[in-house]
């Protein structure tokens, strides 16, 4: 059980935490901060939190654990608000996409405390961005990466693994170079190429009329393409050297399905179809992960 929750960014993932924690009993006090007030003033209107702060160094004053909850490119700064108000015994953690610029900005501002900081990545999400969307299940039955530095203490993992634990989640834990180039080939580069079709197709004169006749298939292809601008911009552009790998082993795949059939290749297209095929019906997901 948590005294207090200091919540730095009251949006869908930092909602949908502090409701988490509520309906798991695991702390009795949340004081949120969101660079919108009117989206701390509807958090508090909705329960989500107890109190607001008018900044992110007072939302934490007091507490025993914070929550980032912001856009990747905010976090540093978020970071360097906080560090005033810290304390040896409070974990920290985040819930951002990507980790190696988390990290990076986690040892230039809390330095001495960046022990503290258990980064973290829960495989959830919603196409849907804001407060108003919070739920207290959607973290429940996913799974939740941890990413420890050689810093990080070992009081502050042991917490955090138990917290996200008892919210109904599987914890693994992978170096941060780890994660990000897994993440950059399962997440990040969907996005970008379910962003582009959206864009390809919408460009052309008939772009309407062909959208118009897309069935199921399609709508699921390009669910992800729905996703938050703000939040998607940063994490592509914070995970770029790995994103942009993953992007050049995808299009060498591509091209070597579109010389199959520029050739006529039935033969070789249908190989690579089937290899495709078999992978995907082999492959299953452990839990319901959505990101």
Not at 173 to 198: K, N
Not at 221 to 248: C, G, K
Request: one cysteine or more.
């Amino acid at each position: 059980m948590f005294e207090q929750l200091g919540l730095i960014g009251c949006g869908l993932m930092g909602g949908s935490f502090a409701m988490a924690m509520k309906k798991a009993g695991l702390v009795k006090r949340i004081v949120g901060f969101s660079k919108s007030p009117g989206t701390t003033e509807r958090a508090r209107q909705m329960g989500i939190i107890d109190a607001e702060a008018p900044s992110a160094m007072l939302a934490v004053s007091g507490a025993d654990i914070v929550l980032i909850a912001v856009p990747v490119s905010a976090t540093e700064a978020s970071f360097k608000a906080i560090k005033p108000l810290l304390t040896p015994d409070m974990l920290i953690m985040d819930v951002g996409s990507t980790k190696r610029d988390v990290i990076d900005a986690a040892r230039r501002t809390l330095r001495e405390h960046v022990g503290l900081f258990v980064p973290a990545h829960p495989i959830a999400g919603k196409e849907v961005a804001g407060v108003e969307n919070s739920d207290a299940d959607l973290y429940a039955g996913r799974q939740v990466i941890l990413t420890p530095i050689e810093r990080t203490l070992a009081p502050q993992l042991q917490q955090a693994t138990a917290l996200w634990t008892r919210l109904g989640c599987k914890v693994l834990t992978m170096s941060p170079e780890e994660h990000d180039a897994a993440y950059a080939a399962v997440s990040h580069l969907p996005h970008l190429i379910a962003f582009a079709l959206m864009n390809a197709i919408s460009g052309q004169p008939q772009g309407k009329d062909f959208l118009s006749l897309a069935g199921p298939g399609f709508r699921d292809f390009t669910r992800i393409a729905a996703s938050d601008p703000n939040v998607w911009r940063d994490i592509l552009l914070s995970n770029r050297e790995e994103l942009l790998a993953q992007s050049q082993i995808f299009q060498r795949n591509l091209q070597a399905l579109e010389i199959m059939i520029s050739d006529g290749n039935a033969q070789a297209l249908e190989g690579l179809i089937e290899q495709a095929s078999r992978t995907r019906a082999n492959w299953s997901i452990s839990s319901k992960n959505k990101s």
